[in-house]
């Protein structure tokens, strides 16, 4: 979560809400508090949104801001951890909050603003993305008298969304270099404005910047004399790095493809297997790769493993799709059999 936690945040919930109680109920009618007081009550509020938000609880998160911004409007730091709490509930409504929330504290000099309006930026376009699509393909009934013009104005504004996004990643990766979140914006941003190559270049930069954090925190797992408490919390954060730098090789892989450099995608995939090599989709899209590259009898090797890992059921598109490429592959590797048996 892009905001850090204060050492009150980091205690039990439960010890948050009953300071709060305990200070609210001190005197029942704010027109009665003391400055000193109120100033008190709002921190509490304040704390409690941040827990609220980082164990995922949005709704209480966003009615803690709101109960703070009664007593204090003009407070950056609860805006900023609204902004966040409506960014990450994701309704078209909640992004189009936090957008102005965070443009509207973006002079405060917190870069979490920046970033937030960038997460944001990039939420809004594909939200016009996909209703240019769902009015084009007929999935949507459109209002305008021209469904083609509106599309296309659709598109325009998704264009302009996206450009600021990554105008707004970048400044915060010119301050914060090594931001995980800004890193990992900018590459998807720069996928979907198709500049594949600076998609590329972000996503090598992610996983070098994951990489030595997530050896860290894997090397404090073994550590002789750990608490449980240690343990449990040093194998999530490992657990969560070694997850996003997954998702930052396939990603990588599928942009290389897109280019036509299937050698070096599948290079990214062998990366993400070591990874997790029970990830059975991994498999299958190197498969693919393999046999595009002319090496069926390896790409069966793949298809084998995928069916050995997947869960689905045989009837699934991709389990179906994976046997008539395994029997593709068969028929290449006989082909090539009997052409350098004839060559003899």
Known sequence: MP??????????????????????GCKSDPNKLTAEQEKALVE?????????????????????????????????????????????????????????????????GDYRAVLGLAECL???????????????????????????????????????????????YEDTLEKHADDVDALNGAMRVCA???????????AAR??????????????????PEITAEDERLFRQRARHLRGLELVTQVHASSVLHELGRDQEAIQHLDEA?????????????????????????????DIDQFLRLSRLEYEHPDVQRAWRLRKECEDAVRKAQASSAGAR
């Open 44 to 108: 509490r509020y304040t704390e409690t949104a941040q827990e609220y938000l980082r164990m995922g609880e949005l709704d209480r998160a966003e009615g803690q801001c709101l109960k703070a911004l009664e007593h204090d409007p003009d407070n950056e730091r609860c805006k900023l951890i609204r902004g966040w709490t409506l960014q990450k509930r994701g309704k078209t409504e909640d992004i189009l909050v936090s957008e102005r929330i965070f443009r509207e504290i973006l002079d405060g």
């Open 206 to 223: 992610l996983v070098d910047t994951i990489r030595p954090t997530r050896d860290f925190w894997e090397k404090q797992v073994v550590r």
């Open 273 to 301: 297997i070591a990874l997790d090599s029970e990830r059975a989709e991994l498999f299958s899209r190197r498969a693919e790769l393999k046999k595009s590259l002319g090496a069926p009898d390896q790409a069966i090797a």
């Open 122 to 168: 990039e939420r809004k376009g594909v939200l016009f993305d996909e209703a240019a699509r769902e009015i084009e393909s007929g999935q949507r009934v459109s209002d305008a008298a021209d469904p083609k013009a509106r599309v296309d104005q659709l598109r325009r504004e998704r264009d302009r969304a996206w450009s600021e996004s990554i105008q707004r």
């Open 192 to 202: 979907l404005l198709s500049r594949l190559e600076a998609s590329l270049g972000y």
């Open 3 to 24: 905001l850090a936690h204060s050492s009150l945040a980091r205690r039990a919930p439960t010890a948050l809400l009953l300071a709060l109680v305990s200070v609210a």
